[in-house]
Each structure stands twice: as C-alpha cells, then as structure tokens.
C-alpha cells in the first residue's frame, strides 16, 4: 500500500459525459501527478500540482482540467469524453525535492462507451 | 529531446538473470529510475540512480548507467515468478520538475 488513494476504482460511462477523478496523496507529501496510462500510448504524464498550485504541464488535453485544493487532494476533471479517452489514471505524490521518489496510487479504470 | 526507450518484452528462466535495458536521450536528467507494475496495480519504485554514479546495488537489483551512450540498465539476480512484472525507466528533468517515463518492458519469468 503506497498510501496514495483514489477513487473510484473503476468508472464507465458514455462519450460527452464528464467524469471527476479523486486522489488523496500520502500524508505529509505536498506534490501531486496525474498520468494517463493506455495500450497504444503508454504512460503520459498529464500535469503536476505542488501545494495547490499548477508545477508543469504534460500531454494534457483542453478538455481535461485538474486542481489541488487545501487539503493537498486533486481531482483529475474529464469532459466530452471520447472513446479514446479509455484508459487507466494515476495519481502520484512526493515530497518536495530530490530524487523526486514518486508513491503510485491504484489508478481508477475509465470506460467510455 | 525527451524519449526515453525501451524494448518491449523479456522473457527468461526462473533462477537466471534478467537484464533489462534503457535509453535516454536527455542528457539533463539528473536522476533516473526503475519502476515496476504488476498486473493490476500501481507503480512502485524500485531503485534509482542519481547522474553522477555508474552503478548501484541493492539486493537483488544491480543498476548501472552508461552515461556517454545513455544507457541505463537494470540486472535482476535469481529472478523469481514474483518478478513478472512490467519495469519502466524513468529520468526526472530537474529544470521542468518532470519525470519521462519509457513505454515498459514485460518481463516474463518461466516456472
């Protein structure tokens, strides 16, 4: 168990819909990341938060959307999901510095119909 | 550039060495790392190196890093069933504060 939760485990849902993602990052760990994971892609980095703030973008798309609030949880906004948009996503969290150790959530396992 | 490269598929003998190998292309990348998936699941860390060494041991894991021809090995002794997994490379470029991970490598361990 990293420490690192999200929620939920699983969703599947229907092209245009809008779906929120959840991640709690460890205690103490003020950094999080969003990666999306897919056969044809790989795993993507799609954008960093530390401490409530926008640290780096990836290969995120307009239509996704991220924030960290107060309490260091993020959550990952996807809209007018595609069928491409199937995928895993992952929540890591660190702590601020070197080696940048990051601690991987269990993803939540996005269908879109 | 930010590639980071990796053949796709290992498989080897339980009891043998496994070695799976990395290329980089961004020679800024002050730490690099070996992550591993199993089925299901998360990353987990593994190891990692920092750009100024050449190897690193820790138990079972030997890392060493080629850093004129950027390249980046991860040599598994006694691989065991348990080590059916896929391993990503990884390399943390300090000035974006970001980590390029490669596409992975499925290591297969046959009984």
């Known amino acids: 168990d990293s420490g690192v939760t999200q929620t939920p485990k699983h969703l599947i849902t229907a092209t245009g819909q809008r779906v929120t993602l959840r991640c709690s990052p460890r205690?103490?760990?003020?950094?999080v990341y969003w990666y999306q994971q897919s056969l044809d892609q790989g795993l993507q980095f799609l954008i960093h938060y530390y401490n409530g703030e926008e640290r780096a973008k990836g290969n995120i798309l307009e239509r996704f959307s991220a924030q960290q609030f107060p309490d260091l949880h993020s959550e990952l906004n996807l809209s007018s999901l595609e069928l491409g948009d199937s995928a895993l996503y992952f929540c890591?969290?660190?702590?601020?510095?070197?080696?940048?150790?990051?601690?991987f959530g269990p993803g939540t396992r996005l269908t879109v119909l | 550039g930010e590639d980071v490269e990796q053949s796709l598929f290992l498989s080897v003998r339980e009891g043998d060495s496994s070695v799976i190998n990395c290329t980089y292309t961004?020679?800024?990348?002050?730490?690099l790392y070996w992550y591993k998936q199993e089925p299901g699941a998360g990353l987990q860390l593994l190891t990692y190196i920092f750009s100024n060494m050449d190897m690193k041991q820790d138990q079972r894991l030997t890392v060493l890093l080629n850093k004129k021809d950027k390249h980046l090995s991860l040599r598994i002794a006694d691989t065991q069933t348990g080590d059916s997994a896929i391993y990503f490379c990884a390399g943390l470029k300090t000035s974006y504060d970001k980590v390029i991970f490669g596409p992975g490598t499925s290591l297969s361990v046959i009984p």
């Open positions: 205690s103490g760990d003020l950094s």
């Open positions: 890591a969290s660190s702590v601020e510095g070197a080696p940048n150790e990051q601690f």
């Open positions: 961004d020679s800024s990348s002050t730490y």
